[in-house]
Nanobody
């Protein structure tokens, strides 16, 4: 069964850091780009990052550029989102996403709260 599971969220103070993980099972991540999305309370889900299958290329929304970095370890079938200089407006549920077999697959998300 194809599955994505996010983890690593939590409560962090402004300026702090977190590393989110997205572990895939039921398929190999090797051949697929992986995207990170987030959904803040009362807002629509938004894409914030995408990393290529090899990990060589990645792009970021302006809201996180320079603060967030995506990486991947295909041997562990895992993608990461390193989040630095966190701001209260980064508070959201974070999801990883893969598009394969003509559909999107999502994890259940991990909650990030940035608050003092």
């Amino acid at each position: 069964q194809l599955q994505l599971v996010e983890s690593g969220g939590g409560l962090v103070q402004p300026g702090g850091s977190l590393r989110l993980s997205c572990v895939a099972s039921g398929f190999s991540l090797d051949y697929y780009a992986i995207a990170w999305f987030r959904q803040a309370p009362g807002k629509e889900r938004e894409g914030i990052s995408c990393i290529s299958s090899s990990g060589v290329a990645s792009n970021y929304d302006d809201s996180v550029k320079g603060r967030f970095t995506a990486s991947r370890d295909n041997a562990k079938n895992t993608v990461y989102l390193h989040m630095n200089s966190l701001k209260p407006e980064d508070t959201a549920v974070y999801y990883c996403n893969v598009h394969l077999f003509s559909r999107d697959y999502w994890g259940r998300g991990t909650q990030v709260i940035v608050s003092s």
